[in-house]
């Protein structure tokens, strides 16, 4: 038994071997290479340029541009909130190479721990077990299913940071599943990188009402928000809003709507972009006020999994910008479901689900959508993933309904 388990660990390092050193093979061979652009540069150029002292120049495309080109032709700009290139501050002492394999390792090794933690706090490995009709399941193979989920590969093929807001979203459930509402909200303030992808669940605590969980939130976000300005200056607060709001800087940078898979990108794909940007916004902002608030008028606490879940799906659904990489977040809301649904021995039952998943995890459909300039339309995978969820939340026996069938089994 031990020496099958340690063969099974030893094909999963060898997958991951395989898989990593794929990532490292197609890093670009000159830097004049356009053949393969790495994402990862903006983050390399603007960790480089705090490290100099220019934090104040950070938002100036212009600066971004020349400490791009040192590495790498330009093709994004950096537009997190500066307290995230203190983590590249460190890679900017590498060679670009060099710090691209670090952070690839780094990235590894958070989505190694992810997965470790999702695995003792969920119910997945029954799920994996019921899916695989008994044959060994285990952390490997959970591993190896994160690795080579598509938005997760995507994300470690071009260097994005989108394995860091999975870690984030992570703790924010443990918090939660230990009753500890303060700190939940401060680790999800650390997760104000992806701003857009905690802000809309921010709003389903505060239409609940969580008081604690918005103090925790607010007080990491003041201290981060303190660490912007002592990096860049006060002018930060004006300048990097400047980066969304200026009609000038949103064409420049190219947030394509028909990529991302949410409320926004399905709008623009189903009006072919000819809706006028106001009347759109304002549709959007509707049915995503409307969907937060339902999500936050189904939270049930006795079900935390699943509702935790919901609320990830509806934050990816409502958030103003999503890419692809961005949906490795699925992986933390699938496990939950799945575990939970294993659990009461309904998971192969649902149809729905597993229709569902069959299309997150097939690479080549994200592939063909991509390709087609249709990747919105995975909003809709999202949106019926979302409804799974709140059937199971609806469905939960009320307690005089859970002491009704005692009593009858009882009888018996």
Not at 119 to 148: H, K, M, V
Request: glycine share 6%; aromatic share 12%.
């Amino acid at each position: 038994m031990r020496s099958e388990r340690l063969i099974r660990y030893a094909a999963v390092l060898l997958l991951v071997l395989v898989a990593m050193g794929y990532i490292f093979v197609r890093f670009p061979t000159e830097r004049e290479d356009t053949s393969t652009l790495l994402d990862f540069s903006e983050f390399y150029a603007a960790g480089d340029i705090v490290r100099h002292g220019l934090g104040n120049t950070l938002y100036d495309l212009r600066v971004q541009a020349e400490f791009q080109l040192r590495v790498a032709p330009v093709h994004a700009f950096y537009l997190r909130p500066p307290f995230e290139a203190l983590l590249f501050v460190p890679l900017s002492y590498l060679g670009y190479r060099s710090a691209y394999i670090i952070w690839s390792l780094f990235s590894l090794a958070l989505l190694s721990l992810a997965a470790r933690l999702i695995q003792t706090n969920s119910n997945i490995i029954e799920a994996l077990l019921q899916y695989t009709r008994g044959i060994p399941a285990d952390y490997g193979l959970l591993l190896l299913l994160f690795l080579s989920f598509e938005p997760t590969m995507n994300c470690f093929l071009i260097g994005q940071d989108s394995v860091l807001i999975l870690m984030v979203y992570t703790l924010v459930f443990l918090a939660l599943k230990r009753g500890r509402e303060l700190e939940a909200g401060g680790l999800l303030a650390c997760g104000l990188f992806k701003f857009h992808l905690v802000l809309p669940f921010l709003m389903i605590f505060a239409l609940r009402r969580r008081g604690r969980f918005i103090r925790g939130f607010a007080t990491i976000a003041v201290l981060l928000v303190g660490v912007c300005v002592l990096l860049c200056g006060t002018r930060v607060i004006v300048t990097y809003p400047q980066m969304f709001l200026n009609p000038e800087y949103r064409k420049l940078m190219g947030f394509q709507p028909e990529y991302a898979a949410n409320f926004r990108g399905l709008v623009f794909l189903l009006t072919g972009g000819k809706l006028p940007v106001t009347p759109s916004a304002i549709l959007v902002a509707f049915v995503s006020a409307l969907l937060l608030w339902v999500i936050a008028k189904k939270w049930n606490d006795n079900e935390l999994d699943v509702s935790f879940s919901a609320a990830t799906v509806a934050t990816l659904l409502t958030g103003f910008h999503l890419f692809v990489y961005d949906l490795s977040l699925l992986l933390l809301p699938v496990c939950l479901v799945c575990g939970e649904l294993a659990k009461r021995k309904a998971l192969l039952r649902s149809t729905t689900l597993n229709a569902t998943l069959f299309v997150l995890f097939v690479p080549l459909v994200h592939h063909l959508l991509i390709v087609s300039h249709l990747y919105a339309l995975m909003s809709l995978v999202l949106l019926t993933l979302l409804m799974v969820m709140l059937g199971v939340i609806i469905q939960r026996p009320t307690g005089k309904a859970v002491d009704e069938r005692l009593s009858r089994e009882a009888a018996l």
